[in-house]
């Protein structure tokens, strides 16, 4: 390798515990040099006070934070607050999201897509932030169709995206077919594959169930067939999702942005494998 540039999500820890977890985490990920630290942000801004703590600490702490900013459930004021405190605190990247539905409550709140949220952050601040968008190799679950997907990816760069990070994916033909699509459809910003590292089996089965990312038949059946013995089944974890990078850099991809789960251990190792 290597002049890829690389970026780490974390969520906002609910405990001081987890606070100081995350410290650790961001210690230990920070000899990567990472271009910025993205926060989430939970559904219907219910982490909104931590999120924001935990990207006001990131940026106290040197290193460029982008925050999540989901648009479900939440008013025009409510998100225009939340970028005037952004700008007062030198943020100067977004991740710009739909957003989650709170379970059990029906969708509400002044924006109904993305790409309008894209558009008043642009309307409300100019170019003061790079925002930062979705994307779907293997498309969203809500989608009615794959070229409807790109067209609605196309609608929030139009809006004033200046690029896209993708859901996690396993498969590189996905991500490489997808891009060849995005631009014969127009899209020509930076989109960065998202990298999800592998830690068990079912919590793996669970995100991909609702986010829709496809786990290939042949890494699911060699994945259980580790059963309890979590320390193999890591390691050629890392040596799947190194080889997915490595595949991914060797033809061109941006960056690379990986999903931490506020864990620095197995990222290290993956990283370290394709800096080789």
């Not at 080889?243 to 190792?269: D, K, M």
């Amino acid at each position: 390798m290597n002049t890829t540039t690389l970026s780490f999500e974390f969520f906002p820890p609910k405990t001081a515990e987890g606070m100081d977890n995350l410290r650790q985490t961001r210690a230990e990920l920070a000899q990567f040099l990472p271009e910025f630290y993205s926060v989430t942000f939970g559904a219907g801004g219910s982490t909104r006070d931590r999120t924001m703590d935990t990207v006001y600490e990131i940026q106290q702490e040197g290193f460029q934070a982008a925050p999540h900013i989901s648009c479900v459930s939440s008013s025009k004021a409510e998100i225009r607050d939340l970028l005037q405190a952004y700008q007062a605190h030198g943020i100067k990247r977004l991740v710009a999201l739909r957003g989650d539905v709170p379970s059990g409550e029906v969708s509400s709140g002044d924006f109904k897509y993305a790409a309008e949220l894209v558009a008043f952050i642009r309307a409300e601040t100019g170019n003061h932030f790079h925002i930062e968008v979705a994307a779907y190799p293997e498309f969203h679950p809500e989608a009615r169709t794959p070229a409807a997907d790109i067209l609605n990816l196309k609608r929030k760069i139009d809006a004033g995206a200046n690029s896209a990070i993708t859901q996690y994916f396993y498969n590189p033909d996905a991500y490489f077919r997808f891009v060849e699509q995005c631009a014969a459809t127009g899209i020509h910003v930076p989109i960065v594959p998202g990298i999800m590292p592998i830690y068990n089996i079912t919590q793996l089965a669970r995100f991909s169930s609702i986010c829709g990312a496809e786990i290939p038949r042949w890494l699911k059946l060699r994945l259980e067939e580790y059963g309890d013995d979590m320390a193999s089944l890591r390691a050629f974890g890392i040596d799947v999702v190194s080889e997915l990078c490595e595949t991914l850099q060797v033809w061109g991809a941006p960056s690379l942005h990986f999903y931490t789960l506020n864990r620095s251990g197995v990222i290290s190792n993956i990283i370290k494998n394709i800096c080789e």
